[in-house]
């Protein structure tokens, strides 16, 4: 697993989000950590825009998963806001494997996970406050080909 960093602000974010976006095939999952309004649903929206999604995408906060399929994006993904779990029995309730046969996993608040991670996750973490973000990734191998960010 690779580490990456980069300096960013929210007008990039777009750009970001975007070319993560395009990169992603079925069976991906992209973690997406940071604290209250870090940007995670920024760059989830991006990388839903880049997958065909017109308008902008609602937060699944309250409805917890928030799933998309063809012909509203070229690949299914399932937004995932994992905020309101509160003990890790309720995530098999979600049924969250289920999305990956065909589709991929975005998922904000990963720590809600516990131990129940996918090891070939791409692991993102914003921080920083104002327009002035800082992206760090770990980037697993099977991404590493197809990361990009350079």
Request: proline share 7%.
């Amino acid at each position: 697993m690779s580490d990456y960093r980069r300096d960013y602000d929210l007008a990039e974010a777009d750009s970001i989000g975007g070319a993560i976006g395009a990169a992603l095939t079925p069976g991906d999952v992209v973690l997406l950590a940071g604290d209250l309004g870090a940007g995670k649903t920024t760059l989830a929206r991006a990388m839903l825009k880049a997958r065909g999604m017109a308008g902008e995408a609602p937060s699944p906060t309250f409805a917890i998963v928030q799933p998309y399929a063809p012909p509203e994006v070229d690949l299914a993904i399932a937004h995932v806001d994992l905020y309101r779990i509160e003990a890790a029995d309720e995530l098999i309730e979600l049924g969250l494997d289920d999305y990956l046969h065909d589709g991929a996993l975005l998922i904000e608040w990963p720590e809600r996970l516990g131990g129940e991670a996918w090891p070939d996750a791409l692991a993102l973490t914003i921080s920083g406050s104002g327009s002035a973000r800082v992206l760090t990734a770990d980037v697993p191998p099977a991404w590493e080909a197809r990361w990009p960010l350079r």
